[in-house]
């Protein structure tokens, strides 16, 4: 049996992450980043691009909410996200569709 260690953030890695470890692919060309943790790959660009893509569809269907959240009413922050994290079912990371949906809605004022 392994001992797994935390990482940086005190977390433990996933089980993919440790299949990858221990079973590299042979034909990846240097894609795959090396040690646990590391999360950021071009795949989490143009999935963040899509996330953004997404957001600005849930703003541009939600305008009263868009205009309550702009008068002052955060609150609605949580109807944007869960709205965004249901067409993702799940995938998207709150945090980041949080920072994509109040950058939308600065640019936009």
Known sequence: MLAAEKDANGSYPTATETVAVLFPSSGDDGERQSGLGDSHTSKDSSHEKDVQT????????????VSLFRAGKTRVMGLFVGEVLKRTHGTADPRVVSRILKGLMEDTT
């Open 54 to 65: 997404l957001c600005a569809s849930v703003l541009a269907s939600m305008p009263e909410q």
